[in-house]
Structure formats: structure tokens, C-alpha cells
Antibody
Framework: QVQMQESGPGLVKPSGTLSLTCTVYGDSITSSKWWSWIRQPPGKGLEWIGDIYHSGGTNNNPSLKRRVTMSVDKSKNEFSLKLTSVTAADTAIYFC?????????????????WGQGTLVTVSS | DIQMTQSPSTLSASVGDRVTITCRASQTINNWLAWYQQKPGRAPNLLIYKASTLESGVPSRFSGSGFGTEFTLTISSLQPDDFATYYCLQYESDSSEAFGGGTRVEI
């Protein structure tokens, strides 16, 4: 049973950089999976941020792409998110998640496991 | 960029009711659509994928249908544990609005 745990600062100053890490338990970061970030502003809906594969390949939400950097640390079985130039609009619960890259039949898969989420507030 | 329009945004219902939620895609996504249930303070939980395939462990009162641009999630007999918010997700392509806006099911 896979478990995923987000970690990082809960408070970031405006114009700063939001940095989060997701540690994966029960699955290998080098398996055939996309490792993803999704966020949810308090009381609002879900927004996909992007995915990263262990080789470094990424998919990105076009509306956030210029501010997002994702990376993988195979030695620690974790992946990370950096979001630059943050504003109050970036205040949200940030979830990490995974989806299958390819199961032998199709490349299309939804998010099937999620972390519990971590609240990041952008405020001075 | 594919947009997902989910309706209604709020739904009032009673235990035992049959409930239907709709998701419409701005262009065809074949059947690459999933439904999630989210309870307050929790991560979303996958209910249905490929429009109509029930995820393992999900009660059979949940069902999904649709293809192309129009999809529905049906709860055949609403149970107390089903009061939550439901989201659709298209995973046919990368999009800034991959998730629907959500439907809150309340008493």
C-alpha cells in the first residue's frame, strides 16, 4: 500500500519561493509512474500543477508552467516542487499524488494515490 | 485547453435518494474521465475511472457513464457516508482546468 507525505514550510512570503517535498513509501520513485502535484485553495476546487517522471520528464499546467520547477531525488525516494514569485493566490493545500505512466495497454491514467496534503499560506 | 464544466455545484438530497452529477468536456476526451469523492480535511478518493470502471473497494451504488463530452456519476441510493464533494477529472490531455469545479452533496 503506497503512502505519500508532503513536507515543507507552511508560510511563505509574497514574491518568495514555495518549496515542498513528497516522500513516497511503499512504491519506488523509479517505477513506471508520474509523480504529481495538485493544489486546492481553501474552500475551492482542485487544480493540477504538474507531473514528473523519474527520468526528469515533466508535464505542466500551462497557466503555472513559467513558475514551476519539479525534481526527483531517487536516493531519497522523493520528489519536489518549487513555485516562484508567489502571491496570496497561491495559498492552498498542496497535495502530492501519483498516476501510472503506462500499464502495457494505455498511457492514460488518473491519480490513484494521494498524500494527505499540506497547507501553504502566502503572507508577510 | 480542455475545460470541464460540472453541474450542479451544490445538490441537496436525502438518504435513499438517487443522485446524478454531470460533467461536460469542452472537446472530446473519449472515456478518459474519473470521479473523485472528497470529504473535509481529506484528500480526494478515486471512485471511478475510464468513465464507468469502479475502483476496487468502492460500493456498487456508485456508477459512471458517458463518452466523448458528456459524463454522469450516479449514486443509486444515497447513504450518510456519501455526503461529500465530488469532482470529475479528465486525463486525456494536460490542461489548466483538468478538474471539474466540484459538486457538494448536502442534506
Amino acid at each position: 500500500q503506497v503512502q505519500m507525505q508532503e513536507s515543507g514550510p507552511g508560510l511563505v512570503k509574497p514574491s518568495g519561493t514555495l518549496s515542498l517535498t513528497c516522500t513516497v513509501y511503499g512504491d519506488s520513485i523509479t517505477s513506471s509512474k508520474w509523480w504529481s502535484w495538485i493544489r486546492q485553495p481553501p474552500g475551492k476546487g482542485l487544480e493540477w500543477i504538474g507531473d514528473i517522471y523519474h527520468s526528469g520528464g515533466t508535464n505542466n499546467n500551462p497557466s503555472l508552467k513559467r513558475r514551476v520547477t519539479m525534481s526527483v531525488d531517487k536516493s531519497k525516494n522523493e520528489f519536489s516542487l518549487k513555485l516562484t514569485s508567489v502571491t496570496a493566490a497561491d495559498t492552498a493545500i498542496y497535495f502530492c499524488a501519483r498516476r501510472i505512466f503506462y500499464d502495457g495497454t494505455t498511457y492514460y491514467h488518473p491519480f490513484d494515490s494521494w498524500g494527505q496534503g499540506t497547507l501553504v499560506t502566502v503572507s508577510s | 485547453d480542455i475545460q470541464m464544466t460540472q453541474s450542479p455545484s451544490t445538490l441537496s438530497a436525502s438518504v435513499g435518494d438517487r443522485v446524478t452529477i454531470t460533467c461536460r468536456a469542452s472537446q472530446t476526451i473519449n472515456n478518459w474521465l474519473a470521479w473523485y469523492q472528497q470529504k473535509p480535511g481529506r484528500a480526494p478518493n478515486l471512485l471511478i475511472y475510464k468513465a464507468s470502471t469502479l475502483e476496487s473497494g468502492v460500493p456498487s451504488r456508485f456508477s459512471g457513464s458517458g463518452f466523448g463530452t458528456e459524463f454522469t456519476l450516479t449514486i443509486s441510493s444515497l447513504q450518510p457516508d456519501d455526503f461529500a464533494t465530488y469532482y470529475c477529472l479528465q486525463y486525456e490531455s494536460d490542461s489548466s482546468e483538468a478538474f471539474g469545479g466540484g459538486t457538494r452533496v448536502e442534506i
